[in-house]
């Protein structure tokens, strides 16, 4: 049961964005897809173990939910022309016929990121039905507590079904008013596969690529925005560095020792025509093509050491203005340690610590330590090294924390 129960999770990380999708398009009823979806799941528990893992785990998941529909309609004994339409569908659907369809997808983040919602509720909904992430990831990602998490997906659902949102792409004219949120909610479901906040994995390239997917494809029904093409090149630098990032065994590699002939060129060239793109339409640089241009940076890089540490430094001031944040300003400290030293970082990350930013987070005394040490401050470095281990939620991060700390 323990093998199934694996199982099944694979199958839901890898297929449930698109199961809930599928069904939410041929429902017309985001909530109640993705019950369905979790009906289904329920099922494939059971009846697995005895029948076995079906060829296509998804369109197995798919056709038991459209028959679980099928059947609430039939007894509640109304849209009775619907019921036909997804039965005809469903005979159409047959297991070895199932393709993701992308449009599906893209109408699924418009859906989360309607207007009616919060931002934050936008982001939760959206990481938890697309991204497949469970509650406890996402109150990492999003540094609050899972109560917090949960209630913003409950009060979610229940807006979407109460102003009778529609599962469809907006029209051309409703699209700048859902930009926003759709370019945030795909950044963060791909910073989660970038760097996975729980779990024995490093990265999960899947869920990165799925959201470098809806990236491309947002930029390409909307190329005059500069931001959705620099979220683009943004993701596509990043994801350059996948095949080096990890070694063989799914350790962790990092950016000093990474071998950087590993690193996809193509991809890099694709981020910098996109960037290009972005300056070409825009009126000066958004969020998103500042981190594009700062992963720019790294990019074309021989090594850390010929790393310009002081553009970045200028770039994260710059979107430390535009987009003010606790992450930008640590991850500024990180370069003013590159460009001029470790002494002036560790006063702006105290600065942080002061001021309670980040608490709860490993990412504050993760770089901490590696500054006390670099300062020759062994026994501080080694103490926040293994406190940033504590508060890491990711196995393969916590053994880099711990090997730091017993290096020293």
Same mark, same amino acid.
């Given at each position: 049961m323990t093998d199934i129960r694996r199982t099944v999770d694979a199958v839901w990380r890898i297929e449930g964005a698109r199961v809930v999708a599928t069904l939410a398009r041929v429902t017309g009823d985001f909530g109640l897809a993705e019950d369905l979806a979790q009906e289904a799941v329920a099922d494939a528990l059971t009846q697995w173990p005895e029948s076995g893992v079906p060829r296509n785990a998804g369109a197995w998941l798919t056709a038991v939910a459209k028959r679980r529909a099928i059947d609430a309609w039939r007894r509640r004994e109304r849209l009775a022309e619907r019921y036909q339409a997804i039965a005809h569908d469903l005979t159409e659907a047959a297991e070895q016929?199932?393709?993701?369809?992308?449009?599906?997808?893209?109408?699924?983040?418009?859906?989360?990121?309607?207007?009616?919602?919060?931002?934050?509720?936008?982001?939760?909904?959206?990481?938890?039905?697309?991204?497949?992430?469970?509650?406890?990831?996402?109150?990492?990602?999003?540094?609050?507590?899972?109560?917090?998490?949960?209630?913003?997906?409950?009060?979610?659902?229940?807006?979407?079904?109460? $102003?009778?949102? *529609?599962?469809? /792409?907006?029209?051309?004219?409703?699209?700048?008013?859902? @930009?926003?949120?759709? =370019? #945030?909610?795909?950044?963060?479901?791909?910073?989660?596969?970038?760097?996975?906040?729980?779990?024995?994995?490093?990265?999960?390239?899947?869920?990165?690529?799925?959201?470098?997917?809806?990236?491309r494809v947002v930029a390409r029904l909307l190329p005059r925005e500069s931001e959705a093409h620099g979220l683009v090149a943004l993701m596509e630098f990043q994801a350059s560095?996948?095949?080096?990032?990890?070694?063989?065994?799914?350790?962790?590699?990092?950016?000093?020792?990474?071998?950087?002939?590993?690193?996809?060129?193509?991809?890099?060239?694709?981020?910098?025509?996109?960037?290009?793109?972005?300056?070409?339409?825009?009126?000066?640089?958004?969020?998103?093509?500042?981190?594009?241009?700062?992963a720019?940076?790294? $990019?074309?890089? *021989?090594?850390? /050491?010929?790393?310009?540490?002081?553009?970045?430094?200028? @770039?994260?001031?710059? =979107? #430390?203005?535009?987009?003010?944040?606790?992450?930008?300003?640590?991850?500024?400290?990180?370069?003013v340690s590159m460009a001029t030293g470790p002494a002036t970082a560790l006063r702006i990350v105290d600065g942080l610590a002061s001021a309670g930013a980040l608490r709860g987070s490993y990412l504050l005394p993760s770089v901490r330590g590696e500054l006390l040490a670099r300062l020759g401050r062994t026994e501080e470095a080694r103490s926040e090294l293994l406190t940033a281990a504590g508060l890491a939620a990711n196995e393969r991060e916590q053994a880099v924390l711990r090997a730091k700390a017993a290096a020293l």
């Open positions: 016929e199932w393709q993701p369809i992308e449009d599906d997808m893209l109408r699924l983040v418009f859906t989360a990121c309607h207007p009616v919602l919060s931002r934050e509720a936008q982001v939760c909904l959206t990481l938890r039905v697309v991204g497949g992430l469970t509650t406890e990831e996402i109150a990492r990602i999003m540094l609050v507590p899972v109560p917090t998490v949960q209630a913003r997906i409950t009060r979610a659902k229940k807006t979407l079904a109460a $102003a009778t949102v *529609p599962f469809e /792409a907006p029209e051309p004219g409703q699209w700048r008013e859902r @930009l926003s949120g759709v =370019l #945030g909610v795909v950044y963060a479901v791909f910073t989660e596969g970038y760097a996975a906040t729980s779990g024995d994995r490093w990265i999960r390239p899947d869920l990165a690529l799925e959201a470098l997917r809806l990236g560095r996948f095949a080096a990032r990890v070694a063989a065994d799914g350790t962790p590699v990092l950016l000093a020792d990474q071998d950087r002939s590993r690193w996809d060129r193509s991809q890099i060239r694709r981020g910098q025509s996109a960037l290009a793109l972005a300056d070409r339409v825009g009126r000066g640089r958004g969020s998103y093509a500042l981190q594009a241009a700062i720019q940076c790294h $990019a074309v890089a *021989p090594s850390v /050491a010929d790393t310009d540490w002081d553009r970045i430094v200028v @770039l994260y001031e710059a =979107l #430390g203005r535009i987009a003010p944040s606790p992450v930008v300003d640590l991850n500024r400290a990180v370069a």
